[in-house]
């Protein structure tokens, strides 16, 4: 059973800033999500990475994934406020999809 | 705003009642996803339908079930109501039904069983 987990699970940083989610997975994924979520609202799918050393970009988010090692990172460039959410990452096979516990992240101006 | 809309938005019932929560997905997406998010479980992964079949199951309960129609709406249906069925259900919708894809969330139906 795929178990996946997020660290830290609170985050607090200043804007301008830069930090890294971590997210390690305990078997096999075939693919490795990332997902927004504003507090009372829904979530917004980020990044989809499919292979060994992916990397995707948008805008001051980027996702890594690390097959080998079972491991992404979602890596935020000189943070602005905007970007205070909960990021969720997820991984998984063609049963489904299991998700991380979520790190809340609170960007001070 | 994703293109999904689930209905309705809130619903407070009772310990022992059944419920129907209703998703449809973006024009032209084939696949629906169901997901339920609590303090207690977090999120987690229900069910997904393509074009009326099951596709995929997750950590649906026996009480739980879910169907897609020929219009490619779906419905997910929960009975036998307990206290820690409260959560909040969201449905997503893809183009087809490949994990790879980007699912397109709905604003989700919170649910308070009292």
């Known amino acids: 059973e795929l178990k996946v987990e997020q660290n830290p699970l609170f985050l607090s940083m200043q804007e301008g800033k830069n930090y890294t989610i971590y997210c390690n997975y305990s078997?096999?994924?075939?693919?490795l999500y990332w997902y927004r979520q504003d507090p009372g609202k829904s979530l917004e799918s980020l990044f989809v990475?499919?292979?060994?050393?992916a990397v995707k970009q948008e805008g001051r988010l980027m996702a890594s994934l690390d097959t080998k090692a079972r491991l992404s990172t979602l890596h935020i460039t000189a943070a602005v406020h905007d970007l205070s959410a909960t990021y969720f990452c997820?991984?998984?096979?063609?049963?489904?999809?299991?998700f991380g516990k979520g790190t809340h992240l609170i960007i001070q101006p | 705003d994703s293109g999904v809309t689930q209905t309705p938005k809130h619903l407070i019932t009772a310990t022992g009642q059944r419920v129907t929560l209703r998703c449809s997905p973006r024009?032209?997406?084939?696949?629906v996803y169901w997901y339920q998010q609590s303090l207690d479980q977090g999120l987690q992964f229900l069910i997904q339908?393509?074009?009326?079949?099951?596709?995929a199951k997750g950590n649906i309960l026996e009480r739980f079930s879910a169907q897609q129609f020929p219009d490619l709406h779906s419905e997910l249906n929960l009975s036998s109501l307990e206290l820690g069925d409260s959560a909040l259900y969201f449905c997503?919708?893809?183009?087809?039904?490949?994990?790879?894809?980007?699912?397109?969330f709905g604003p989700g139906t919170r649910l308070l069983v009292l």
């Open positions: 997503a919708s893809s183009v087809g039904g490949a994990w790879q894809e980007t699912q397109y």
């Open positions: 078997t096999t994924s075939d693919r």
């Open positions: 990475l499919l292979s060994n050393g």
């Open positions: 997820g991984g998984g096979g063609a049963d489904g999809l299991t």
């Open positions: 024009s032209g997406d084939l696949s």
């Open positions: 339908y393509y074009n009326g079949e099951e596709r």
